[in-house]
């Protein structure tokens, strides 16, 4: 595997990007006003948060999306501002549950899971099938 | 000339739904701190006759049968919930009044002569449905107490886009004669009596009357509500809100408190608690006030409210000095031989934290003046760490009963919402 590097993490930056994580609670974003003065840290935020207001985490469970490279527990970034288009992965609200998987729209619109031991859902006539938002990113912790 | 008003839809209720797709369509109910009485309820639930503010006890058996979804309050989420609807209007309109956690005022003047403003609001109301899942409601009106008229009109109407907007001058009639009078906003109800015997029942005919004669008959006040109904401004959108006048913290007690090695740990925290906010207002106290009461539903045992205020001479936000007050304050209004049911403190006359008046005598119980110190405090209790202060009660905030919250889906890693 070819890696880049992007750059460094300051070490007496470390708590201010990691630190209200853990502490403050989510907040899922909000773009702190002091985010702005600080310069050269990467802030993990911004990398995966565009829209803080629209934008909900939430925890993967089971293996259906493993070829999607989301394992059980990983922590879903679920942006509800960005419309799916055909294979976005989505999180979505059927049988009054969510579920997260790859929206297909054609042939025939179903939800498919990336992992060939789980079938695909279909949507029946008198189901209800909602998408909550549009999945952009994963976070899995080793 | 408009203004709007956003309302969150049964806010708490909604909220809620956000998470828990099973409940489309279930009625739900939310309970104040306690779980004492009714706060929120979704529309199903006021179908059911549920009422505002009911206590629990009484509906209980009948919502829960009919197949109701009941909540303790989960004021966590709704604040970031409701952080998150500002955050969206802030976005969108250049002048924003946060009124409450599920209402804001909008300033539209500058947006009016470049969009149709009923389609802006909805437009605006299907952006934050879909970016938050949290419904709202919006009125749009030339005056702020004309806002809340178009958006009571949401409801007489049953608009289906549930926007409505009253500009014209027939509109505002029209909205005005169905609004009885006491559905203005600041018209109570002792106002409301007297306006009824003056055979003014509906806020045209409240607004038909000169202005004048309203200010020498009544007050200025509702001088201000009728020329604001008569379509003249007199309340503008107010972006930067003034600091807060006093900090309570009170709480009703799950279970009674007789004694006072009981009650002072409870009222102990209060005070922490409360300084706490103070000091997260960047302000200093001179006022410290506390209060308990036994419960007005047990009428067959002996009643009892006691309430002390204590001055302080120099303003402070030192926990130790706030606890010493409380103590002062709370040992001669505690009785023995009652059942206390609620306690709670108020830090009241303000003064900025950075201003300093000195006393031209010396203060007896000077403030401790290091502020270091609780700042140090703080910062070790935002992480898991607690520091308690002696007297406190370090085992529960305070015997609390409250047990069918829903998880901080959006604040705690812990609690995320599930996805299968």
Known sequence: MKVNYIGKISEENL???????????????FPSPASDYIESPIDLNKHLIKNGAATFLVRAQGQSMLGSGITDQAVLVVDRSIKPTHNSIVVASIDGEFVCKRLKLKPKMCLMPDNPDYPPIFINHGQELEIVGTVTAAINKF | MALALVDCESFYASCERIFRPDLKNIPIVVLSNNDGCVIARSTEAKRMGIGM???????KKDFLSQGGE???????????????????????????????????FLGLDSLEEHYNLYDFGCHMRSLIRRWTGVPVRIGIAPTKTLTKIALNEVKRLNVPTKVHQISTRQEIREALINTPVNEVWGVGRRLTEHLNKAKITNALQLAEIDPQHIRRKFNVVLERTVRELRGQRCLNIEDN???????VVSRSFGARVTDLKTLRPIVSNFAVRATEKLRHEKQKCSQVSVFVRTSPFSDHKPQHRGYKTI?????????RDILM?????LLPIFRSGYDYAKAGILLSRFTN??????????????????SKFMEYIDQLNNYETQIYFASQNTRSWSPMKQNMTSPKYTTSWYELPIAK
């Open chain 2, 70 to 104: 009941v909540f303790s309050s989960n004021f966590t989420f709704y604040g970031d919930m409701s952080a998150r609807v500002m955050n969206i209007l802030e976005g969108f309109v250049p002048e924003v009044e946060v009124y409450s956690i599920d209402e804001a």
């Open chain 1, 15 to 29: 708590p201010a990007i990691f630190v209200p994580y853990f502490l403050e609670s989510v907040h899922a974003g």
């Open chain 2, 325 to 329: 007050a409380a103590k002062q304050a």
């Open chain 2, 353 to 370: 934290e950075t201003t300093k008046q000195y006393s031209l005598f010396k203060d007896p119980n000077e403030p401790k003046e290091n």
């Open chain 2, 53 to 59: 503010g009911v206590p629990w006890f009484k509906v």
């Open chain 2, 311 to 319: 001055e302080l001479f120099t303003p402070t936000n030192d926990t």
């Open chain 2, 241 to 247: 809100i003034s600091a807060k006048k006093q900090i």
